[in-house]
């Protein structure tokens, strides 16, 4: 994806002061310029690095908090002007995912939840002076829209996210495409158009995917995929007399997909697939990948015209430049039980980003890095921040596992929910487990939005996505 184009200069004002207990908060612009980045000593400065779903959600509710009643400054730093829910990117990356879903604008948000946006990328951490370096700014055609610029905190907050991890295989960097950001699925879905086009015109065979990594990621696109490809080879002459279209190939090294969840749920996942016409190679190792095929270990080679990589989890490039904050191998950030970083009180981390044990769980059992989890720690640190403000204890977070769903498809699901009174875990399968995967979005988007918005925002997308195409094209 590209940078973004620069926003309009009309947004960059001065804050306004904080809003009254006894009166209406008074609106403030969104967006922070450049001089209020290292502006002199003022209210608290809560810093976010990362507009995921942990860094937004977490944003919105500091805002509501110390931000609306004037206690600290709140400020969210990511390098697009919108947001998306990862969970989604699989159905973005298919051209299955309606246009007003799962895409949230940050400056309407910070407007309406009482934080402050700035538009940048953090490239390295000075921790004795409390400031973020920026990455300098720069549109599609690379022309600088700001230079490289300096944020000062008095608390720092990291929800920068994870990257796939390629784990060294030669190949997977130059060769295979991945499904990390909202830019990857509209690359991987422009990539997916040509190759159903290359086929059609050149005559070739079935479109050949192969997806490496049998996790919830790619158990999810590889159901997406086949159900797109299906409805893209009905436009084409050649490829709708095919028998098979489209030829998709899961690789996954463990015994069974889905090792996060139940045996029988990924059992059932499985039989989902290959009924959709998936293949399963279980126990296979990947050794290289190369353009137009996948070497195994075991010398043989899956012919792919796309490979796409979603194979393990690890943390982004720029956690290298902490100074000196504690990484595992993994590249995550050390927290403590309270999410504060190791080694500096100041700095605190969530999701997929974060490195923190599980409370009451064997030695060596972390937080998983799952939607839910960033949910919860998001929650957490809206009450435990104002505690840190104040020079009080903090407590220690607690995961509470409340099942998990994989998305098979635009009709169907499978996994299971833990009831929050009764803690008994029901499985779900069919229809209603993708009513219950549709409900997880909606409780964001009601965040974000307000229930009453996010109802007729979801009335308003099922109207109108009957007279859309199953399958954008562009």
């Keep these: ?40 000593r003022g209210p608290h400065r809560l810093v976010i690095i990362g507009g995921g779903a942990a860094g937004l959600e977490l944003a919105a509710r500091l805002g509501h908090g110390v931000g609306r009643r004037g206690q600290a400054e709140v400020l969210l730093v990511d390098p697009f002007l919108t947001h998306v829910w990862k969970p989604l990117l699989h159905e973005m990356a298919a051209g299955t995912l309606r246009t007003h879903e799962g895409v949230v604008d940050f400056l309407p ?60 295989i030669p190949g997977v960097c130059d060769h295979a495409l991945r499904l990390d950001s909202a830019g990857d699925a509209g690359h991987l879905q422009r990539r997916l158009i040509a190759t159903c086009l290359r086929a059609e015109f050149q005559e070739q065979g079935p479109v050949r995917v192969v997806i490496v990594g049998g996790g919830a990621t790619g158990v999810e696109l590889a159901a997406e995929l086949a159900d797109a490809l299906r409805e893209i080879a009905g436009y084409g002459p050649r490829l709708s007399r095919l028998k098979r279209p489209a030829h998709i190939c899961i690789v996954e090294t463990g015994p069974r997909l889905l090792a996060a969840l139940p045996p029988a749920t990924a059992a059932r996942a499985q039989a989902d697939l290959e009924q959709r016409g998936v293949e399963v190679r279980l ?23 796309l490979t796409v990589w979603c194979a393990g989890i690890r943390g982004p490039d720029l956690l290298q430049h902490l100074d000196g904050l504690a990484l595992t ?35 060596g059992t972390t937080v998983p890095p799952r939607a839910q989890a960033a949910h919860q720690q998001a929650r957490f640190l809206a009450r435990a921040l104002p505690l840190h403000m104040a020079g009080r204890p903090l407590p220690a977070f607690r995961f509470r596992d409340y099942g998990a769903l994989v998305s098979i498809g635009r009709s169907t699901a499978v ?60």
């Design 109 to 168: 948000q910070a407007r309406r939840h009482h934080f402050r946006f700035h538009l940048g990328t953090m490239e390295s951490l000075d921790r004795r002076r409390r400031q973020v370096r920026l990455a300098p700014l720069r549109d599609g055609d690379g022309m600088e829209i700001a230079p490289r610029r300096t944020v000062s905190y008095d608390t720092l907050v990291l929800c920068v996210g994870s990257v796939v991890n390629d784990f060294g």
């Design 329 to 363: 191998s993994a590249r995550q950030v050390r927290v403590r039980p309270t999410l504060r970083t190791e080694g500096d009180e100041h700095i605190f981390a969530l999701g997929d980003c974060a490195h923190c044990s599980l409370a009451g769980a064997p030695e």
């Design 1 to 40: 994806m590209h940078p973004p184009q620069p926003p309009d200069t009309a947004l960059l004002n001065p804050a306004p002061a904080p809003a009254s207990d006894t009166g209406p908060p008074q609106a403030a612009p969104a967006l922070v310029d450049d001089a209020a980045l290292a502006r002199p």
């Design 415 to 474: 996994g299971s929910l833990v009831g929050q009174i009764t803690g008994r875990r029901f499985n779900l399968h069919g229809a209603l487990a993708r009513w219950s995967y549709r409900v997880q979005q909606r409780r964001h988007l009601a965040l974000l939005h307000g229930p009453a918005r996010a109802l007729l925002a979801t009335l308003g997308g099922w109207l109108t996505g009957r007279s859309q195409p199953v399958v954008k094209l562009h």
């Design 283 to 305: 126990r296979a190792r990947v050794a290289e990948v190369m353009a137009g095929r996948v070497q195994l270990a075991t010398g043989e080679a899956l012919p792919a015209d």
